[in-house]
């Protein structure tokens, strides 16, 4: 489902974006309205330090299933080439093209997050986006921002600002 972003005073459409979101980004979710300057929250960006690293962003399989997924679209789409569209002549390379990059795009996302997992990269980046906002957490005036802006806190955050310490990377990985 698509929803609409506006602002609460202004009315100014900011995006629409995908609900539920997808591909949850990490980050300082706070923006400023480009029209009033009034502060909101993006929908797409999380705080790492509140809602943790899910498994899935490390999960083999699931990049291993897309990267499988890509070469089966690929195909799809170089067997299209080959094919008479149902649609108008000027059309004809629109689908294969499209399906053909699709199937690309899957592999090489795919393949790429796999090699960042196996040498350790991508771990190191999460580790470190973490930290980053445990840092941000540790402001109460942050805390407090987020919390007025909407922004789901889970029970007891407001008196506990910070979530996590640097003691608790270790368990972050956890299953792994
Ligand atoms: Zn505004």
Redesign the pocket.
């Given at each position: 489902m698509r929803k609409v972003l506006k602002?609460k005073?202004?009315n100014?459409k900011i995006m629409s974006y995908d609900y539920p979101v997808l591909q949850v980004r990490y980050g300082n979710p706070i923006r400023r309205?480009k029209?009033?300057n009034?502060e909101y929250l993006d929908p797409r960006y999380k705080e790492m330090g509140i809602e943790g690293i899910k498994d899935s962003d490390f999960s083999k399989a699931s990049f291993t299933v897309m990267t499988v997924i890509g070469v089966l679209i690929l195909a799809r789409g170089i067997y299209l080439f080959g094919t008479e569209p149902l649609g108008a002549k000027e059309l004809k390379l629109v689908m294969p093209l499209f399906w053909t990059g699709v199937g690309i795009f899957m592999i090489v996302g795919g393949i790429f997050e796999l090699i960042r997992i196996n040498n350790g990269s991508k771990q190191t980046k999460y580790l470190r986006m973490y930290e980053e906002s445990c840092e941000r957490l540790k402001d109460e005036i942050y805390v407090e921002k987020l919390y007025k802006l909407g922004y789901d806190l889970p029970a007891g955050f407001l008196n506990r600002p910070g979530g996590g310490t640097a003691d608790d990377d270790a368990d972050i990985f956890a299953g792994h």
């Amino acid at each position: 489902m698509r929803k609409v972003l506006k602002c609460k005073y202004c009315n100014k459409k900011i995006m629409s974006y995908d609900y539920p979101v997808l591909q949850v980004r990490y980050g300082n979710p706070i923006r400023r309205c480009k029209k009033c300057n009034a502060e909101y929250l993006d929908p797409r960006y999380k705080e790492m330090g509140i809602e943790g690293i899910k498994d899935s962003d490390f999960s083999k399989a699931s990049f291993t299933v897309m990267t499988v997924i890509g070469v089966l679209i690929l195909a799809r789409g170089i067997y299209l080439f080959g094919t008479e569209p149902l649609g108008a002549k000027e059309l004809k390379l629109v689908m294969p093209l499209f399906w053909t990059g699709v199937g690309i795009f899957m592999i090489v996302g795919g393949i790429f997050e796999l090699i960042r997992i196996n040498n350790g990269s991508k771990q190191t980046k999460y580790l470190r986006m973490y930290e980053e906002s445990c840092e941000r957490l540790k402001d109460e005036i942050y805390v407090e921002k987020l919390y007025k802006l909407g922004y789901d806190l889970p029970a007891g955050f407001l008196n506990r600002p910070g979530g996590g310490t640097a003691d608790d990377d270790a368990d972050i990985f956890a299953g792994h």
